[in-house]
């Protein structure tokens, strides 16, 4: 009877790939963790309990097939496993790398739940595409026959991309417009290269555009390119732009110089990793006290790239405890090995200095009781103001979506109280017609693969409504 490849959580511990040393990765900008090997993936993978019920699959914004390409992993069925792995995904090279599987497929793992380390889901994906690309598994665009419709993306990030895939798979014509000179959003300006190493990102983007995708770069809807005559121009337009308007704070010294948003930061500091040349001014932590504002996986991006510019200090201030942060605990735990402190429980009131910042005042806070969110509620500490040193300071309190109606030229198009494109979730459609909208411009800042995942969707509503309207033609 042949061996059980698979429900050895109880005999074999969880493990993650070696870390790099702390001292050693925050020296540069590669990505801290090594690959698994071939006997170490299967190793891992062969810990999955094959649910019946798998939440792993359930909690993952797309669906993937988590349970069956362990199991092929297990027993070296690796080119399958890959092949099921990309069903679901577009980007399995990516999600493996910045996804919080923490919060999502991991943090739901049954055996997880009974009180035995979580399956490394996430290693494994990456390893599985990895190895793809190695070999050669990872084929062509190579549509069965080209359509005549054509489609009009704006944003080249994870949504609009994700669409551009399934699109064009379909044989239709896809052009994505772009406002940056390099496509990939903020999976190449805003995520560090210590997360996600650049060519990684590129390698996708060279497939989509070898596979027949044009991508339009340095090119603005409403100046370069009127949106009306997009819309006129190809026979669905699906908006994919994400949200780039940094949330500010009113406080005293908030014009300082020395404060700055933590996407000019991190987009600065992408684009001198590429080589480019860029004026860094103001943006550079070399030798300064650096303090970052915020709780969520911006800021801890930006506590991290701070430590790699050779800051002389690095603070993150939070206004909640550490059980409390949005960001990911893996991404702070990374964060304090590399010479990060934390202070918790404290809030910005103000900003020290004459015509530089020199010091951000705070307070002390407490958690008091749940707000509407359910989360403890901070509360200021009478009297416990202080100042914390500081000569550069990034402020890392989140996004908000542009008005896009304004900026498009476009009033038709409807949007939500919080500025969001209000859009159907389950059609992508918008208030125009033949215009979808996906992605954080939708939802609101939110994950790479829920954009991933709503690029996916709308692009096969695209394809239905667009056979359909062909079918009636005829």
């Known amino acids: 009877m042949a061996k059980q490849p698979m429900l050895k959580f109880v005999d074999v511990a969880r493990d993650m790939p070696e870390k790099r040393s702390a001292d050693v990765r925050a020296k540069d900008y590669r990505e801290i963790y090594a690959e698994f090997a071939a006997a170490k993936a299967a190793e891992q993978a062969s810990r999955c309990s094959q649910c019946g019920v798998p939440y792993c699959q359930t909690h993952c914004p797309l669906q993937n097939n988590i349970p069956d390409w362990l199991h092929l992993t297990a027993t070296g069925r690796l080119q399958e496993a890959y092949e099921i792995s990309q069903a679901t995904n577009t980007f399995p090279e990516i999600c493996g790398r910045i996804c919080p599987q923490d919060r999502l497929c991991e943090g739901n793992c049954v055996i997880e739940q009974s009180g035995h380390e979580t399956v490394t889901i996430g ?48 044989g239709f014509g896809v052009t994505v417009y772009d406002r ?20 990684v990102v590129m390698r996708r983007i060279k497939q989509l555009t070898d596979g027949g995708v044009e991508i339009i770069s340095n090119c603005n809807i409403g100046s370069d390119i009127a949106f009306d005559a997009l819309h006129k121009k190809h026979n669905a337009v699906l908006i994919a732009t994400g949200v ?24 600065t500091s992408n684009h001198l990793n590429f080589g480019d040349d860029v004026d860094i001014a103001e943006l550079d932590a070399s030798g300064k ?26 603070k993150c201030l939070y206004r909640r405890d550490r059980e409390n942060m949005p960001g990911s605990m893996r991404e702070t735990q990374n964060a304090i090995e590399e010479g990060v402190e934390f202070v918790w429980l404290a809030a910005p009131k103000g900003f020290a200095g004459d015509d530089t910042v020199s010091g951000v005042m705070v307070a002390k806070m407490r958690l008091g009781v749940p707000d509407a969110t359910g989360r403890r509620a901070p509360e200021e500490i009478e009297g416990s103001d202080y100042v914390e040193e500081a000569d550069l300071v990034i402020k890392a309190l989140g996004f908000e979506p542009e008005n896009l109606p304004e900026m498009f030229n476009a009033p038709d198009l409807e949007i939500t109280r919080w500025g969001t494109v209000k859009a159907d979730f389950s059609s992508y459609e918008t208030s125009l017609p033949n215009v979808y909208a996906v992605g954080d411009i939708v939802r609101g800042a939110s994950l790479v693969v829920w954009a991933i995942a709503d690029g996916r969707g709308a692009a096969e509503k695209i394809i239905a409504d667009l056979s359909l309207s062909t079918v009636a033609a005829e």
């Open 180 to 199: 940056n000179d390099r496509a990939g959003g903020l999976m190449t300006y805003g995520i560090p290269g210590f997360k996600l190493e650049k060519d």
């Open 123 to 170: 290693a494994v994906e990456k390893y599985l595409s990895d190895t793809a690309w190695d070999q050669g598994w990872v084929k062509p665009i190579a549509p069965m026959q080209d359509r005549v419709e054509t489609i009009g993306i704006i944003g080249a990030g994870p949504g609009g991309l994700a669409a551009a895939d399934v699109l064009r798979r379909a």
């Open 289 to 314: 006290n650096v303090v970052v504002i915020g709780g969520g996986d911006t800021a801890m991006d930006c506590v991290r790239t701070a430590i790699r510019q050779g800051a002389k200090s690095v």
């Open 244 to 267: 780039y308007k940094s949330r500010d704070l009113a406080a005293p010294g908030v014009g300082l110089k020395g404060i700055v948003k933590a996407l000019d930061y991190l987009t």
